[in-house]
Every structure is written in structure tokens, then in C-alpha cells.
T-cell receptor, first 122, second 113 residues
Framework: GAVVSQHPSRVICKSGTSVKIECRSLDFQATTMFWYRQFPKQSLMLMATSNEGSKATYEQGVEKDKFLINHASLTLSTLTVTSAHPEDSSFYIC??????????????????FGAGSRLTVL | GDSVTQMEGPVTLSEEACLTINCTYTATGYPSLFWYVQYPGEGLQLLLKATKADDKGSNKGFEATYRKETTSFHLEKGSVQVSDSAVYFCALTTADSWGKLQFGAGTQVVVTP
């Protein structure tokens, strides 16, 4: 089935620094990827939709200058947390739609998630 | 707007017990429904899905039936194992919000030997 790979899986940084998280679609092209955020013991909240070759679409309340998204190619989207602070510590997960039937599940397209990136800001 | 409501956890069970996690939804469109599972320290994995009323999704012994009349998609398993310990998320997406999953709060399941 289709695989979405995220890197790094864990990152610790100092307050005020920027951190980049990569999301790659393996063996398929993804014109659209989605970035979610998950606080401890909470559900996932959609942050933004990453569109290849154009600007990302951010959900209400998400600071676009804080969370920079670049979808530079059909297989790579990056999320950069700029000037990170402890409150940005979270689990960030990306997802993408593989071609029909490639998700590993029969029938309609299924959103495939990366394994997530845990950011800890000290 | 669209929303998903799940029963609160944690749910603690003994091995071989029956598991039911309730999930109800509200949606303006005609949603597709999903159950995702998150094992400790990992990302989300699709467990099963249903795209129309009366569809039954099944995988790894888990089942859920899309009930339009009760707007529900309850997850069931007849005999759980310790390896089923995880957080389970009910989610939906509609044609109007293509690709944007609306998740429930998640239900933690703990299975003891």
C-alpha cells in the first residue's frame, strides 16, 4: 500500500529556533497534503492544506507566519515551525491521498497518514 | 458544521472481552466514515471505513456499520487482545470538505492480560 513518510520522528529544540518537518509520499504523487496537530491526549486538528505549486490554505486560528508550509514537489511538503516556543510542542502529522486502490484498502481513496513528528521545545 | 462524538475513555478490558466504542456524527453532506487506530508513540493507521449507508467496514476482527438513521458508526470487536491497546479515533469526511477529516476526541482502550 501507499506510504507517507515523515522526518524527523522526534525533534527537540531550543525556544526561538525554527524547526522543519518533512512529509514525503513514497511511490505516489500527492498534489495535496494535509498537516494535522495533536496535543497530548487530545484529538487531531487540521492545521492546513498543502497544495503543490501554490500557497497553503490554513484553517481558522492557525498562524501562517508561524507555521510555514512549502509544497515544493509532488512528493514533498514541509512544515517549518518558526521561532518555536514551548506551547508549540506537539505531535505533527501529515497525510495525503494515494491513487485509488493504492492505499491498501479496497474501494475509494483513503487518506494515508505519516507516522508523525513529535516536537519538544525547551 | 460537521462533528464527531465518541464515548470518553479510557476503556479498560480484560483479554477476550467484547469491545464497543460508540461514535455518532453530524454532517451537512453525505459523509464517509472511518475508524483510525493510534498505537503508543505512532501515527494513525486506518482500521476500517464505510462510504455509504448500511456499509459494514471490517478489519482485524473489528467491525462498524454505517447507520444513517441513527447517524452512528460504532466500533465493535468480539474478543480483544492485549495488542489492541491503543487510541481509537472515529472520523468523517464529506465531498464538500474533500480530504479534511473531522476527528472525534479519541477513545483510549487498555486491554489487560
Amino acid at each position: 500500500g501507499a506510504v507517507v513518510s515523515q522526518h524527523p520522528s522526534r525533534v527537540i529544540c531550543k525556544s526561538g529556533t525554527s524547526v522543519k518537518i518533512e512529509c514525503r509520499s513514497l511511490d505516489f504523487q500527492a498534489t495535496t497534503m494535509f498537516w494535522y496537530r495533536q496535543f497530548p491526549k487530545q484529538s487531531l486538528m487540521l492545521m492546513a492544506t498543502s497544495n503543490e505549486g501554490s500557497k497553503a490554505t490554513y484553517e481558522q486560528g492557525v498562524e501562517k507566519d508561524k507555521f510555514l508550509i512549502n509544497h515544493a514537489s509532488l512528493t514533498l511538503s514541509t512544515l517549518t515551525v518558526t521561532s518555536a516556543h514551548p506551547e508549540d510542542s506537539s505531535f505533527y502529522i501529515c497525510s495525503a491521498w494515494p491513487p485509488t486502490g493504492q492505499s491498501g484498502h479496497a474501494g475509494a481513496n483513503v487518506l494515508t497518514f505519516g507516522a508523525g513528528s513529535r516536537l519538544t521545545v525547551l | 458544521g460537521d462533528s464527531v462524538t465518541q464515548m470518553e475513555g479510557p476503556v479498560t478490558l480484560s483479554e477476550e472481552a467484547c469491545l464497543t466504542i460508540n461514535c455518532t456524527y453530524t454532517a451537512t453532506g453525505y459523509p464517509s466514515l472511518f475508524w483510525y487506530v493510534q498505537y503508543p508513540g505512532e501515527g494513525l493507521q486506518l482500521l476500517l471505513k464505510a462510504t455509504k449507508a448500511d456499509d459494514k467496514g471490517s478489519n482485524k476482527g473489528f467491525e462498524a456499520t454505517y447507520r444513517k438513521e441513527t447517524t452512528s458508526f460504532h466500533l465493535e470487536k468480539g474478543s480483544v487482545q492485549v495488542s489492541d491497546s491503543a487510541v481509537y479515533f472515529c472520523a468523517l469526511t464529506t465531498a464538500d470538505s474533500w480530504g479534511k477529516l473531522q476527528f472525534g476526541a479519541g477513545t483510549q482502550v487498555v486491554v489487560t492480560p
